[in-house]
Nanobody, 121 residues
């Protein structure tokens, strides 16, 4: 059984920063892509950023230059440093990871429970 546990959400003023963390635990053989999605009230879940196991990153246009994704492969953990936050960034942020539980690698998609980020003065 694989679990993704997020932390680091909260309330921040516009222009502020937060750092999200997501740790994968359980039966893990190999992790491919790790990333973040978000869902604002009344909107569909949308892609934020992801990072492959060789460190290649990809960002949504709305967060480029403000968010930085990174990962610690030894700890099966992905991070999202969010700077210059705007009210439009308010959402529940979900961790996502593509994980194989055993060899030979057969990957499945896993989600965390979500962490609330609120940007407001």
């Amino acid at each position: 059984q694989v679990q993704l546990v997020e932390s680091g959400g909260g309330l921040v003023q516009p222009g502020g920063s937060l750092r999200l963390s997501c740790a994968a635990s359980g039966s893990i053989y190999r992790i491919n892509v790790m990333g973040w999605y978000r869902q604002a009230p009344g909107k569909q879940r949308e892609f934020v950023a992801h990072i492959t196991n060789d460190g290649t990153t990809n960002y949504a246009d709305s967060v480029k230059g403000r968010f930085t994704i990174s990962r610690d492969n030894a700890r099966n953990t992905v991070y999202c440093q969010m700077n210059s936050l705007k009210p439009a960034d308010t959402a529940v942020y979900y961790c996502n990871a593509v994980i194989s539980e055993r060899a030979p690698a057969r990957y499945k998609n896993y989600w965390g429970q979500g962490t609330q980020v609120t940007v407001s003065s």
